[in-house]
Structures are given as C-alpha cells and as structure tokens.
C-alpha cells in the first residue's frame, strides 16, 4: 500500500518545499495523474505567459575516443582500437555552417575522455570556432570532460572553466549526471564521482558559467537513489542559482554492456512520475525539459502537462543516444505543431514567432505560444 499523496501534493501546491521523504512517497505513487496535474499547475504558475521553449542546433560529438569505461555507452572506443575517430576544426565549422544554414544559433559540443587532450587542445579549438562565430553558442564540455582535463593539465576546475569561458565557450551541458550517487555510479562506470561532478558544476557557477542539470535513470538505481540525486541538485542550485534546467530520460539499453544485464527498464509511466516529481521537488530550477530524443515524439509531447516547459532540440544531428537505440527525429514544424497541440484550449491563442529567451543557459531559445 502507498501513502496517501494528496497532503503532500497540497503543500507543495502551498509553495512549501517537499523533503526528501516527501520525493520517496511521490515516486513510490501510482497516481502519476494527480502527480502530473500538480506538477502541471507549478509549471503554469512559474511560466504563465504560456511559452514552450525549443531550440535548433546539433551535437558535435568531436572524437568516441575515451579512457573510461561505462557500461550504459554504446558510443565510447577505447584508445587504440580501429574505429575511433578525433573530428577535425574544419568538420566541426562545416556543421556549424550547416547549422546556420537551418537556421540554428548552437551547438552542443561533447565527447569521449581523449587521454592526450589538454587544457590548450580545448582553449584552441573555442578559440577557433568563437573568432569565426562569434554570435554562435557553445554548450560544451559536461562536468566528466572537465575533470578529465584537471587531470591531465593539473588545474583546479575553476582555472579550468575560466580559461574556457575566455576561450568562447557560452555554458555548460549537464552530461554525465546519470545517477549522482556514487553507490551506483560505482557500479556502471569508471567516471568521475558524484561529488567531482558537482564540484565542476559550483566552479562553473562561480565563474559566471551557467548549466543544466540531467538525469539518466533505469541503469540499476531505486527510489532512494533518484532522491538522492534531486536533493544534490536541489542543495547546489540553492548554492548558486547556476542551473537554468533540469532534464531527466530514461537509460536507452540498445548495443551496451549495461543493456544486456538488466531486466527491467523505466516505462512511460515512470518517465513522466520522474520528471512530474522533479518539477514538484526541485522549486529553485525554472526550467524542466522534455526528453522527446530519447522517449518518442508523442511521449515528448505529453511531457509538456507533466511540469516540461522547454521542448529540447531539433537536435541536427546526434550521435550518442542513437547508438544506444533512441532515433526519434523530428524537423521543426513537427516540434511546433506538438507543442501547439499539447493544450487545445490554448491553441487557439496566436502564434508568437520566433523570440529570444536569452537566460536559458545562456543560449537563445525560440519560443511558440501554447
Ligand atoms: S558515457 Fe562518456 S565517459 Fe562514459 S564511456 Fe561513454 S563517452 Fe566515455
């Protein structure tokens, strides 16, 4: 039997913060419908002008070369072997151009933990890339990427992070979270911990770099464990206010180590209890977004009614996920035509074009009005 959540789902309906066994009896819950519906009224309240958000750009993953293992990767070679691959200045600027010519405004760029890539390898290529586009936002580099550079050039994250921000880099992607807990990060990966990653995250923050925050779960972790990683988040936004979102999806088992063991992975239904509770406990993070990459456009678009505000990417091109299994695409028409019939009251309401939202991890998001 559960606990009875409505008392619960009152008082943060209230405005009063949940704690962390308040998180334990929602995601314990069946009732993802009156989760949602709550979590639907938070997200009004904090964004009643109405807007979803999206963005065009693509992932630039710049080399699958990597020196740590984890098992839920399907995209990772290890140094030496025959099909790994490092992306050229020049590759990556023909992207961007590609990009532009779509009409996208960033980049996400990441990649695997290269053993031979230090400070100067990352300064040079921002460097490059922000003389050339000066106006082009650069999401780069997730918290295990910066720990690897610490540990090859011997710098302090903040010296780190500062020097890339000179460089041109915009913020930060919040890759590499999974499961910020270490009893399970331990179990499928050889990466930095829990606390590391957090720290890069504060230092980051404190150098003027904003960031989003992610969550990948389903690799082997309980409900105590998805606690834990929403209390870490919550505790360091309440240290810096540097997360502008929070996004959580579900581990994608295709072609992974990972995949083969493991039984049972998170339904639909606990992808949406997971992020409906997120938005619930998490009252310091603006912005939630939905996973549409990874959970199915429809799922993506039911996401929007369980406290999602921002729609993702139109996401050109993509390397990660997909060869974990998720090959989800949508072009922007279709983004747009979801997120106008997500709620067909509102839908009725005119369009508003294409607007800049300029504090949503620094990079400009188009807008369309529910
Ligand atoms: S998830 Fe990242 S760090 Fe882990 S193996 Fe894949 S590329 Fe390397």
Redesign the pocket.
């Known amino acids: 039997m559960t606990r009875d959540i409505q008392p619960i789902l009152d008082r943060a309906l209230a405005g009063e913060r949940l704690s962390a066994d308040d998180c334990t009896a929602l995601l314990e819950s069946d009732d993802i419908a009156r989760i949602g519906v709550a979590a639907d009224e938070i997200r009004k309240r904090r964004h009643p002008e109405g807007v979803v958000t999206y963005i065009i750009d693509r992932n630039v993953n710049y080399t699958n070369v ?1 020196n ?3 098992t839920f ?1 399907a ?2 070679r290890r140094p030496g072997k025959p099909d790994t691959y490092v992306t050229t200045v020049e590759q990556i600027c023909e992207k961007i151009d590609e990009t532009i010519a779509l009409g996208g405004t960033g980049v996400l760029m990441q990649g ?2 290269h053993p031979d890539f230090g400070i100067e390898w990352y300064e040079e290529l921002l460097g490059t890339l922000h003389a050339r586009y000066p106006e082009f936002q650069l999401h780069c580099f997730s918290p ?1 990427e910066i720990h690897n550079i610490h540990l090859i050039s011997k710098l302090d994250y903040e010296e780190i992070l500062a020097r890339l921000k000179a460089a041109g880099m915009s913020s930060l992607p919040g890759g ?1 979270g999974e499961i910020l807990d270490d009893e399970v990060r331990r179990r499928v ?1 050889t ?1 930095c911990t829990t606390d590391e990653w957090l720290a890069v995250m504060r230092a980051a923050h404190r150098v003027g770099l904003r960031s989003t925050a992610t969550m990948m779960f389903g690799i082997g972790d309980g409900v105590e464990h998805r606690v834990r990683h929403l209390q870490r988040v919550r505790d360091l936004q309440d240290e810096t206010g540097g997360f502008t979102a929070f996004i959580p999806w579900t581990f994608q088992r295709e072609n992974t180590a990972l995949g083969r063991r493991i039984k049972e992975e998170p339904t639909g239904v606990d992808y949406l209890k997971m992020l409906a509770v997120s938005r619930l406990f998490l009252d310091n993070v603006e912005h939630f977004q939905s996973s549409w990459l990874t959970q199915g456009l429809r799922l993506g678009q039911v996401a929007l009614r369980f406290g999602a505000d921002d729609m993702g990417s139109i996401m050109i091109e993509e390397n990660v996920v997909s060869a974990a299994g998720a090959h989800n695409e949508a072009d922007e028409k279709m983004l747009r035509y979801l997120i106008r019939r997500h709620d067909l009251e509102s839908a009725r309401v005119c369009l508003r074009n294409h607007a800049r939202v300029p504090d949503y991890a620094s990079a400009p998001r188009l807008k369309t009005r529910r």
Do not use: D, I, N, R
């Open positions: 990597c740590v293992v984890c990767c995209f990772y695997g933990l295990p590499g990966s990466k």
